[in-house]
């Protein structure tokens, strides 16, 4: 657990020099866009899907160098996810990783712009010539990434959130949503890797497993941090899909059901990349997510 | 002008027969996203950036099927502006092509979707392995397109205008907003198709020189229409500039000389693509926008 720590402090730095890179200042009044934008996406987080990126590519072999642009372009991506979530309009959040949500610190428009503008900057990001691999594999990643960020991945799962605010969902409903809303790109970090590396296919089928349980792993502790965690810890608001009478895996089996599932999921994250040899980076954040407490 | 009308009447039919492919409407709940989507980006709107993209193609000799992704994916973009422009955080206008705005028909919440995932979606067009062009200019293309859309292009734009909202601009921001904001996308559609052509430097600069004139043009026109067009024609809200004595052309130099570097610009639009021919399509356009009431 130390290692893992250690290893995603690291990550954090690095992520956070590459994103001041990425993101100028200029010196004109589409300054306050930048701001914006670097206000949510630069220190804050856990930077678990760079992380995943990062580690996944190096057990196969790949450049750090390489994949880089996928982790930075990925986390704006994220991170506009995150802006545009927390509007009024949407989950109306004040507070977001510890501090207030970017349309509280700046204005709803702002607000708006820098998450356009960081999706918009990943593409661009992701299409640099300056990134030294095949084009081809370029379109593939970029082809990869709006698929998994899009209406049959991401945002497909944000609909059906907020419909979940307004009528029940049926089991099978409530997980297309889990597998797409936080799944998706947890599942495209672990998987991105792949399209760089001449991957052998018994490593690529562990990792696609691997990806699938620590996507709904994850969602399924978000949603038992909703009911059982601590504000000041987690760093945003919680109780809210009680409050919003919202179906969750634990409003339909209980909280009870809710944490023996998510066991169930960490140990089968954990034997899928058996093969990547015991004690890896990759067990160790599958146990990481388990219990974490924020 | 009847060949202009046709044309554009010909390209908005294949556009939405287009969008109407790329936007096929899942059996789940994640069919709300797609119809918010369909509602604004299939049938409404002069189809002007197709147009711009398809003229100047067939000018330097592309093939028109190598020339729609680019058509299609810029339309996604400027579909998902006027979306979140509509928004009550930004413009607040519930009228759109002559029905109501995305978020009076749907809600805020679908409309912020439906525009992220229109932005996701035009780049998930422009890499798609289905389009038979070099993965190099692909990437050149989606470059190249991320820039317009992005801080340094139209979302710049944008951010300047609602700066300019609050506070007064100078006349150089006034100029760099009009070339942002309407102006970006305008630029991209008519020197886009050089990437697919072997273009010679005289074509290339005379569709530089036209791209810019085009959109300094139509955003003149614009601020004329808000002042003196009828909103029955133009399809949206009029006389908000005044209302929010924002920063406009007109406010700093009055209707006349607005009206006057209108015409100069149109001049020197129709000047710049002599080379093509005289009477050519794009001149057409040029004259077109001059003119037009919506």
Redesign the interface.
């Known amino acids: 657990m130390t290692d893992l720590k250690t290893e995603l402090a690291t990550i954090r730095a690095q992520l956070d020099l590459r994103l001041n890179q990425a993101l100028p200042i200029?010196n004109?009044?589409?300054a306050?866009?930048?701001e914006a934008?670097r206000y949510s996406a630069i220190g804050g987080g856990k930077a678990l899907r760079p992380f995943f990126i990062l580690t996944t590519g190096r057990l196969l072999g790949v450049k750090e160098e390489d994949l880089w642009p996928i982790a930075v372009s990925l986390e704006m991506i994220h991170t506009?996810s995150l802006i545009?979530d927390d509007?009024?309009?949407?989950d109306n959040d004040s507070l977001r990783r510890g501090k207030p949500s970017n349309?509280i610190q700046f204005?709803?428009?702002?607000a708006?712009?820098a998450?356009?503008?960081l999706?918009?900057?990943a593409?661009?990001h992701?299409?640099?010539?300056n990134w030294q691999i095949?084009?081809?594999k370029?379109?593939?990643l970029?082809?990869l990434l709006?698929?998994y960020?899009?209406?049959?991945g991401m945002?497909?799962g944000?609909?059906?959130d907020?419909?979940g605010e307004k009528q029940s969902?049926t089991l099978s409903?409530l997980k297309?949503?889990q597998r797409?809303k936080t799944g998706a790109l947890l599942e495209f970090s672990c998987i991105a890797p792949c399209v760089l590396a001449s991957c052998d296919s018994i490593k690529e089928t562990a990792l696609r497993r691997y990806a699938t349980c620590i996507g709904l792993l994850f969602q399924m502790t978000d949603d038992i941090l909703d009911e059982t965690g601590q504000e000041a810890l987690v760093g945003k608001t919680l109780g809210k899909d009680r409050k919003a009478k919202k179906t969750t895996f634990i409003s339909l089996f209980g909280l009870e059901k809710a944490r023996e599932t998510a066991r169930q999921l960490e140990e089968e994250a954990v034997q899928s990349v058996a093969v990547f040899g015991e004690n890896n980076l990759l067990s160790a954040m599958a146990h990481y997510i388990l219990i974490r407490e924020k």
Do not use: N, W
């Open positions: 200029p004109d009044l589409t306050r866009v930048i934008m506009y545009h509007l009024p309009a949407m349309h204005d709803e428009a702002t708006i712009l998450g356009d503008a999706l918009t900057k593409f661009e992701l299409s640099s010539p095949d084009d081809e370029k379109c593939r970029i082809s709006s698929c960020a899009g209406t049959q945002i497909g944000q609909m059906i907020l419909i969902l409903e297309q949503m797409l």
